[in-house]
């Protein structure tokens, strides 16, 4: 009799440990700073090492090790940039940071993998070919991030940017309204400066009119490569709002 009391003793002691492992893999992802990581950047790390502690039998090595890692990158307060950066954190050991790597590894590609998809497919087919849990996001100042990663060819920002027209740059800033067009076409409103010389215009995109005023300024051609950097810039910035606004 007396070696089942101490059975049952132990299997109350075995349940208590194992609601512990589970809320502990529950407080992984929990909004404490109001986002899971301290700094938004590891969030997705923290996601790599909940599924994985999830994974794993319970009460196990493995699932511990896993636990202690992603509760030290919750806290950590810089970004996570490589499994050896993790390392200095305590918690993370060798097969956590090469999980990290993975990781990390992994993100970038599909990043790659978008913009060159972006160039040769177009912005509709690339971001269809995004894998659901691919991070995107805009800036206010229109630098389109997919998992954290920018491509400089591929400029999907508006506001400021260099126009060079008749030997002279100019840094072109204003905003663009739309007014939920689909064609992409919408109203110019916004200055172009050169050193001191600044001029305020208000242009329509798509139309070639020109008013005595810019073409004495600027040339003829100066609407057609403002346009040009309007269409490709500002129809991948609307695109991307309109998507992300869907998935929240």
């Not at 506001?159 to 110019?188: E, I, Q, S």
Request: with cysteine; proline share 2%.
């Amino acid at each position: 009799m007396p070696p089942k009391k101490k059975a049952k003793k132990t299997q109350t002691v075995s349940f208590d440990a194992e609601a512990t492992v589970e809320e502990r893999i529950h407080e992984l992802l929990e909004n404490k700073y109001g986002r899971p990581a301290k700094v938004s950047a590891n969030t997705f790390l923290l996601k790599v090492f909940h599924e994985k502690a999830s994974t794993e039998v319970m009460l196990s090595h493995k699932k511990k090790a896993y636990l202690n890692a992603g509760f030290a990158i919750k806290e950590c307060e810089y970004k996570i940039r490589s499994g050896e950066d993790a390392m200095k954190l305590k918690g993370v050991g060798k097969s956590s940071a090469s999980l990290i790597d993975k990781a990390l590894e992994e993100r970038a590609n599909v990043a790659e993998k978008f913009f060159d998809s972006v160039k040769s497919k177009g912005l509709q087919e690339a971001y269809a070919s995004l894998p659901k849990d691919a991070e995107i996001s805009l800036n206010t100042d229109g630098v389109l991030r997919v998992n954290g990663i920018i491509d400089e060819d591929f400029h999907a920002r508006g506001c400021t940017f260099r126009l060079t027209l008749n030997g002279k740059t100019w840094v072109v800033d204003g905003t663009m309204n739309y007014g939920g067009n689909r064609d992409w076409r919408g109203r110019f409103h916004g200055t172009l400066t050169h050193k001191k010389e600044v001029h305020t215009i208000s242009c329509t995109s798509g139309s070639g009119d020109l008013s005595d005023y810019e073409q004495y300024y600027f040339g003829t051609g100066y609407r057609e490569q403002l346009d040009g950097v309007f269409y490709g810039t500002m129809s991948g910035i609307i695109m991307f709002k309109e998507e992300l606004r869907r998935r929240e």
